[in-house]
């Protein structure tokens, strides 16, 4: 836990702007402001991968005057020019028609899938522990490599909420020595579909309904549930979807997968087969479906903001990478398992991750659109000791990714963008192009030739070139059908459902309930259950029961496969880096105790909010308590834990025609405010740890909280309350409280 001693005020994140503004508008003039502590920019390398040495404040806006894009300083951007002030305006204004026409043209196509990103720099530093298996300089021990991470959802526009029930991508950029390495994988290990030319068909089926444009972001109407009933093959992924891997509490505490097998290949020409696994330092963690739904609408950017927040706090999240390896065989076989098939998993009993680097986020972007928007990833950038194999689906994207970078940054030369450019020397002989802003020189580009000295001269093995692995590749008639081995949808989301444990399979139950309550085609939901069925009986009950339709029998044996307890979220422990603990109070509660609980908290490396009936301070007689949320804006959703400093009463805001959440009379007559009572309650419900002291009791009872409930926590002080609270969080959630029958 590193926290940035020049962060925000009271250590809180959040903060818009590097120091706080002054209250009229400032009119002496002065260079812009520096970025925030927490906040930095693409290397300033030049379009072709050489160091520059420049400041990474070269690369933005300067000046202390207001000019057009040329320079020029301006005396006024607020009116057109005119013929009189009443009269029409010119078409002479030369920069209204700049301004407007850049504005015009400010928004690029966004990505057709993966829209809704967010993203931070880091440092990858390797372990040493993958040498042997692969020559890739940037494993090698010790090696720091710069990173830029981008984390998004599959289906929503980039206007779509954080929250929704779906995939999300988890796509590492590498600026290694040797060139770029991109890993781009999702948070799921299993994808959909088994080959790559049915991407547009499960993408089709999953967007919105195309006459109505609707539903948006989720997953939960007939084309989607249409396409993969009949197509069973998407039956593994779509299980780990309706699972609470659907719904992550944090980008900070999501796994990732590479989702295909690749081959590496070390300093001997050793080949090695492997799956990529990013394993978070905080834990595997999900919202419940009810915070999920509550979040969209109240914080639609929960997840960026989350992100940005810890990263700003200098709680940096952290993950380590480690590969599950296989004999490179002539069948590219383990145990049975099709390891070209994306659609399965190894289990990790069967074959250890075994971790070979860390990776840091410790700075977010300055520019959301020149990093986050502009990024290109493509899983054809490769570096020496990766190289593909034949899966017909990563196959589609080495095509695909290259093509629609083309289409949305506007040509050929997106890697020159900022955020794209390579850390290391490039001599493509690639020339011309929109946007091109490198200025080549040289009158040969192309080779052999003698004109430019013969430069430049090709690589080989010995200064390191990149040189796929050769293989033999056996006769075969062109065919389009997919091997045998392909065949079998259902043993695979079997293993993952009777690995999960009482609580997320009643989850996974209510997820299938839901999105197939929401088919308008009966057709559909029986079809639905038919795939269930051939999953596990109870899974098929328990959905057939909320949909008030009868359970199908099974239609083959169901799989005989060993759980494999790894795929749970439960029954482990981990860090509390970043957690935030709500600490509700009035001016009237402990505030002694409430200074004291936000010391601690900070020094856990967690983020104290004190939650109050209006803004401001309270304590006017010692040292003052900052308020950071109110009674108002203050929701369950964004808390890990809840404590109670006290017996806060209503705040006089607590009108149901200002707010209605504060509407039940019930709590005011009480003396609580109802808004405290629903931020409990809701807490209550969705599993975390709530604590008080002080007379905290009576506000609990009132919220119908029991005393003696699991995960309830009545202290003498608010240390010793905090004390029990904190060995609460480190198992997510109190998993007692909910009744899976």
Same mark, same amino acid.
């Given at each position: 836990?590193?926290r940035n001693?020049?962060?925000?005020?009271?250590?809180?994140?959040?903060?818009?702007?590097?120091?706080?503004?002054a209250?009229?508008?400032?009119?002496?003039p #002065?260079?812009?402001?520096?970025?925030?502590? @927490?906040?930095? +920019?693409? $290397? /300033?390398?030049?379009? *072709?991968?050489?160091?520059?040495g420049a400041?990474?404040?070269?690369?933005?806006?300067?000046?202390a005057?207001?000019?057009n894009?040329?320079?020029?300083?301006?005396?006024?951007?607020d009116?057109?020019?005119?013929a009189?002030?009443?009269?029409?305006?010119?078409?002479?204004?030369?920069?209204?028609?700049?301004?407007?026409?850049?504005?015009?043209?400010?928004?690029i196509?966004?990505?057709?899938?993966?829209?809704?990103?967010?993203?931070?720099?880091?440092?990858?530093?390797g372990?040493?522990?993958?040498a042997?298996i692969?020559?890739a300089?940037?494993?090698?021990k010790?090696?720091?490599?710069?990173?830029?991470?981008?984390f998004?959802?599959?289906l929503?526009? #980039?206007?779509?909420?954080?929250?929704?029930? @779906?995939t999300r +991508?988890f $796509? /590492?950029k590498?600026? *290694?020595?040797?060139?770029t390495f991109?890993?781009?994988?999702?948070?799921i290990?299993?994808f959909?579909?088994?080959?790559?030319?049915?991407?547009?068909?499960?993408?089709?089926?999953?967007?919105?309904?195309?006459d109505?444009?609707?539903?948006?972001?989720?997953?939960?109407?007939?084309?989607?549930?249409?396409?993969?009933?009949?197509?069973?093959?998407?039956?593994?992924?779509?299980?780990?979807?309706?699972?609470?891997?659907?719904i992550?509490?944090?980008?900070?505490?999501?796994?990732?997968f590479?989702?295909?097998?690749?081959?590496?290949?070390?300093?001997?020409?050793?080949?090695?087969?492997?799956?990529?696994?990013?394993?978070?330092?905080?834990?595997?963690?999900?919202?419940?479906?009810?915070?999920?739904?509550?979040?969209? +609408?109240?914080?639609?950017?929960?997840?960026?903001r989350?992100?940005?927040?810890?990263?700003?706090a200098?709680?940096y999240?952290q993950?380590e990478?480690?590969?599950?390896?296989?004999?490179?065989?002539?069948?590219?076989?383990?145990?049975g398992?099709?390891?070209?098939d994306?659609?399965n998993?190894?289990?990790?009993?069967?074959?250890p991750v075994?971790?070979?680097?860390?990776?840091?986020?410790?700075?977010?972007?300055?520019?959301?659109?020149?990093?986050?928007?502009q990024?290109?990833?493509?899983?054809?950038?490769l570096?020496?000791?990766?190289?593909?194999?034949?899966d017909?689906?990563l196959?589609?994207?080495?095509?695909s990714?290259l093509?629609?970078?083309?289409?949305?940054?506007g040509?050929p030369?997106?890697?020159?963008i900022?955020?794209?450019?390579?850390?290391?020397?490039?001599n493509?002989?690639?020339?011309?192009?929109?946007?091109?802003?490198?200025?080549?020189r040289?009158?040969a580009?192309?080779?052999?030739?003698s004109l430019?000295?013969?430069?430049?001269f090709?690589?080989?093995?010995?200064?390191g070139?990149?040189?796929?692995?050769?293989?033999?590749?056996?006769?075969?008639?062109?065919?389009?059908?997919?091997?045998?081995?392909?065949?079998d949808?259902?043993?695979?989301?079997?293993r993952f459902?009777?690995?999960?444990?009482?609580?997320?399979r009643?989850?996974i139950?209510?997820?299938?309930?839901?999105?197939?309550g929401?088919?308008?085609?009966?057709?559909?939901?029986?079809?639905?259950?038919?795939v269930?069925?051939d999953?596990?009986?109870?899974?098929?009950a328990?959905?057939?029961?909320?949909l008030?339709?009868?359970?199908?029998?099974?239609t083959e044996?169901?799989a005989?496969?060993?759980?494999?307890?790894?795929l749970?979220q439960?029954?482990r422990?981990?860090?509390?880096?970043g957690?935030?603990?709500?600490?509700?109070?009035?001016?009237?509660?402990?505030?002694?105790?409430?200074?004291a609980v936000?010391?601690?908290v900070?020094?856990?490396?967690?983020?104290?909010?004190v939650?109050?009936?209006?803004?401001?301070?309270?304590g006017a007689?010692?040292?003052?308590?900052t308020v950071?949320?109110?009674?108002?804006?203050?929701?369950?959703?964004?808390?890990?834990?809840?404590?109670l400093a006290?017996?806060?009463?209503?705040?006089a805001?607590?009108?149901?025609?200002?707010?209605?959440?504060?509407?039940?009379?019930?709590g005011?007559?009480?003396?609580?405010?109802?808004?405290?009572?629903?931020?409990?309650?809701?807490?209550?419900?969705?599993?975390?740890?709530i604590g008080?002291?002080?007379?905290?009791?009576?506000?609990l009872e009132?919220?119908?909280?029991?005393?003696d409930a699991?995960?309830?926590v009545?202290?003498?002080?608010?240390?010793?309350?905090?004390?029990?609270?904190?060995?609460?969080l480190?198992?997510?959630?109190?998993?007692?409280?909910?009744d899976?029958?």
């Open positions: 836990m590193n001693d020049s962060g925000p005020e009271d250590g809180i994140p959040g903060g818009p702007a590097p120091q706080s503004p209250f009229e508008e400032p009119t002496e #002065r260079e812009p402001l520096p970025p925030k502590p @927490d906040q930095s +920019g693409p $290397a /300033t390398v030049s379009p *072709t991968g050489q160091e520059t400041d990474p404040a070269a690369l933005a806006q300067g000046g005057y207001l000019t894009a040329q320079g020029t300083r301006l005396p006024d951007s009116h057109s020019l005119k009189g002030s009443r009269g029409p305006v010119l078409l002479q204004d030369h920069h209204l028609r700049e301004k407007i026409t850049h504005f015009d043209h400010e928004r196509p966004e990505r057709v899938v993966h829209a809704r990103g967010a993203a931070a720099h880091g440092v990858f530093k372990y040493g522990s993958a042997q692969t020559k300089a940037f494993l090698r010790d090696v720091e490599t710069p990173v830029f991470v981008r998004s959802t599959v929503g526009s #980039r206007g779509s909420a954080d929250t929704v029930r @779906d +991508g $796509a /590492t590498f600026y *290694t020595s040797e060139g991109d890993l781009v994988g999702n948070n290990p299993v959909f579909i088994q080959d790559a030319i049915k991407f547009p068909d499960i993408i089709h089926a999953g967007k919105p309904h195309p109505r444009e609707i539903p948006q972001a989720q997953s939960a109407h007939d084309t989607f549930w249409d396409f993969v009933t009949l197509h069973t093959e998407a039956t593994h992924h779509t299980l780990w979807n309706m699972s609470d891997r659907g992550p509490r944090s980008f900070r505490m999501m796994e990732g590479g989702v295909h097998t690749f081959r590496l290949v070390n300093a001997e020409g050793a080949t090695t087969l492997v799956k990529f696994h990013w394993k978070p330092k905080l834990g595997v963690h999900s919202l419940v479906w009810e915070e999920a739904q509550i979040t969209s +609408g109240m914080d639609p950017d929960f997840h960026r989350d992100l940005a927040d810890a990263i700003e200098g709680a999240p993950w990478l480690g590969v599950q390896t296989f004999s490179d065989n002539a069948e590219q076989m383990f145990e398992i099709d390891l070209l994306p659609t998993i190894v289990p990790e009993e069967m074959a075994q971790p070979i680097g860390l990776l840091t986020l410790n700075a977010n972007p300055s520019n959301f659109f020149a990093e986050t928007e990024v290109a990833f493509h899983p054809g950038h570096v020496p000791g990766i190289d593909i194999t034949d017909p689906l196959a589609g994207r080495l095509f990714y093509d629609t970078q083309i289409s949305r940054l040509g030369n997106f890697a020159q900022p955020v794209n450019r390579t850390h290391a020397p490039v493509d002989m690639l020339r011309d192009g929109m946007h091109q802003t490198a200025v080549h040289g009158t580009p192309y080779r052999p030739n430019d000295g013969g430069c430049p090709q690589a080989g093995a010995d200064t070139a990149y040189i796929e692995v050769p293989r033999e590749i056996p006769a075969a008639k062109k065919v389009r059908e997919a091997p045998d081995s392909f065949a949808h259902f043993s695979q989301p079997r459902w009777l690995s999960m444990s009482p609580v997320e009643e989850h139950i209510a997820a299938y309930s839901f999105e197939l929401k088919c308008y085609e009966q057709a559909i939901k029986e079809r639905g259950l038919r269930l069925a999953i596990d009986p109870e899974l098929c328990g959905v057939a029961a909320g008030g339709l009868p359970a199908p029998e099974a044996p169901l005989n496969v060993e759980p494999s307890p790894a749970s439960i029954g422990e981990w860090p509390l880096d957690r935030v603990i709500g600490i509700v109070a009035d001016a009237g509660c402990d505030l002694d105790g409430v200074r936000r010391r601690a900070l020094e856990a490396g967690m983020v104290p909010l939650v109050a009936p209006a803004g401001g301070e309270l007689g010692g040292e003052p308590v950071q949320r109110t009674f108002a804006t203050a929701r369950s959703i964004e808390f890990d834990a809840l404590l006290g017996a806060p009463g209503p705040a805001d607590a009108l149901g025609a200002r707010d209605a959440k504060a509407g039940d009379p019930a005011r007559n009480a003396g609580v405010d109802p808004r405290v009572l629903l931020m409990l309650s809701e807490a209550f419900r969705h599993g975390k740890a008080g002291w002080a007379g905290a009791d009576r506000v009132a919220a119908g909280v029991p005393a699991p995960g309830v009545s202290g003498d002080s608010g240390d010793s309350t905090l004390q029990v609270i904190t060995r609460l480190g198992r997510h959630r109190v998993w007692d409280r909910f899976a029958g």
